[in-house]
């Protein structure tokens, strides 16, 4: 199916791979030159990657044709393959301690973040899970309720994070929280909800970067909240990656507006990936991803 992908924009598989590897080695060593936060940075994108093969249907199919058994070998296998390039370089870094975490955490997403799906897929017929976001609901409802215990796990490494005096862990934490609500808006609505808008693109991009900062707030507020109490000394870096979090949010919503019935091409996602280690690129891109969405929603928002 990449092949397929690589072969569809003109692009030779075998130099698509080639010129990804030389990238992604690159782009690792300019990050890890460039922040002190460079191993959680590193961390949570590749949980993020990995992330995005647990997807309910995908995972239904893989069970249907491979039977329970095989199915958790393929997963594992699946993710650790997402995981593996990052875990080379770690080893090339000597970083021992995040790669033991790595591989916990990309195993534990194989193993259990389908089953949680299909659990709460299932609970939905009886119960709802309440959420704060239903004033405005789509992305933050929908998510919230697929990535919930994301919010544990970064709300528990912030305790930890604070009982080992180790701020780095409590900003992966910050950072955790923005990776996951990116995964809300990878799925591309239906037409009609764009449609039923009675807004102009401008103000219909508006209103979604609104409610996505509102909304990403809420589920900062208790990291926020305990950092800015126990790392005083050390609040504006705190809000520094709090106010970049929320830039990447709305370059996020953009650039998928920006190619909008269609998803995010593979040029946006580098774009991306470069913004995410260059963040002084944002200057040009944000503009230039709002101008490509007014220009494509004008033919659904009139």
Not at 28 to 44: G, Q
Not at 156 to 179: H, M
Not at 232 to 240: C, D, G, P, S, V
């Amino acid at each position: 199916m990449t092949n397929r992908k690589l072969s569809d924009i003109g692009i030779n598989p075998t130099v698509g791979y080639l010129l990804s590897l030389l990238s992604f080695v690159g782009l690792s060593m300019f990050l890890f030159y460039k922040t002190d936060f460079a191993t959680e940075i590193y961390i949570a994108i590749s949980l993020f990657l990995t992330s995005k093969l647990s997807e309910i249907k995908r995972n239904e199919f893989l069970k249907i044709c491979f039977g329970n058994k095989q199915y958790k070998k393929i997963r594992v296998l699946e993710n650790l393959t997402f995981a593996l390039p990052f875990i080379i370089f770690l080893i090339c870094k000597q970083q021992f301690y995040p790669i033991i975490l790595l591989i916990t955490m990309t195993i534990l997403i194989a193993l259990f973040n389908f089953q949680i799906a299909r659990i709460i897929a299932k609970m939905t017929y009886n119960f709802t899970i309440p959420t704060p976001f239903y004033k405005k609901p789509f992305e933050f409802t929908v998510g919230f309720r697929n990535t919930f215990f994301m919010f544990f796990i970064a709300y528990g490494l912030t305790i930890i994070a604070i009982k080992a005096d180790n701020f780095n862990l409590g900003i992966f934490s910050l950072v955790l929280i923005f990776f996951t609500i990116l995964t809300y808006y990878q799925k591309i609505e239906n037409e009609y909800f764009v449609w039923s808008h009675s807004f102009t693109p401008a103000k219909f991009l508006i209103e979604k970067i609104k409610t996505a900062f509102l909304f990403s707030f809420y589920l900062c507020i208790p990291v926020l909240f305990l950092l800015s109490i126990f790392y005083f000394e050390h609040i504006k870096m705190l809000y520094l990656f709090y106010l970049l979090g929320n830039l990447y949010l709305a370059t996020f919503i953009l650039a998928k507006y920006s190619t909008y019935p269609n998803e995010i091409n593979l040029v946006r996602a580098i774009i991306m990936i470069i913004c995410l280690l260059f963040p002084p690129m944002l200057i040009a891109i944000i503009p230039l991803f709002a101008k490509q969405s007014i220009n494509k929603l004008k033919e659904f928002l009139k």
